[in-house]
């Protein structure tokens, strides 16, 4: 997919809260960042399915949920990212994670599922990154009562990839 690099977004082009996730990659290629951040996952495929139900808290949720997580939160801002790129000016509703992952009995799933689930989530994010111009990237909209831009949300996506990364890696043990 040749690209071209998007620059870090404003501050003006999403809501406090997500510096959180484009902070600690607000210095990448993002677009080359997703492409490699595609495989991150790959090393959890070789987990037992009951080393996958892991929670490193009673109210936390398994590794499982926490992949099926990430998958779903891809999902939803790439498709924010898509309608913001094509111009869509209709305000996009919020989503509260919880009752995703409860409805989503992720836990009842194979380990290898969620990974290959994941990796086809970024495939897509990927396919839609590469036809999007630079007016696109530009592009502002609102998703959960914020403006946000289509660029910004390519490092939201990266950013809270990256986030729940670490926690697999730092609060589970995952060699990820």
């Known amino acids: 997919m040749p690209h071209h690099a998007i620059s870090r977004p404003d501050p003006s ?13 607000a210095n990448q290629d993002v677009l080359q960042f ?49 309608r913001i790129a094509r111009g869509d000016q209709t305000p996009l509703a919020g989503f509260d994670q919880q009752p995703y992952v409860e409805m989503a009995n992720f836990d009842r799933l194979p380990i290898a599922e969620l990974v290959d689930a994941f990796g086809t989530a970024r495939a897509a994010t990927l396919s839609l990154a590469g036809e999007i111009d630079d007016d696109g990237w530009r592009r502002m909209g609102v998703a959960s009562g914020f403006p946000v831009s289509a660029r910004a949300l390519a490092y939201i996506i990266a950013g809270h990839a990256t986030h729940h990364i670490g926690i697999l890696r730092d609060r589970y043990g995952a060699t990820v």
């Open 13 to 25: 082009e999403y809501a406090p809260y997500y510096e959180t996730y484009i902070g600690p990659v």
């Open 34 to 82: 997703l492409k490699t951040q595609s495989a991150a996952l790959e090393p959890l495929r070789s987990l037992s399915e009951t080393d996958a139900m892991k929670r490193y808290a009673p109210d936390k949720w398994s590794m499982k949920e926490s992949i099926g997580h990430v998958t779903d939160a891809e999902r939803i801002f790439a498709y924010r990212m898509l």
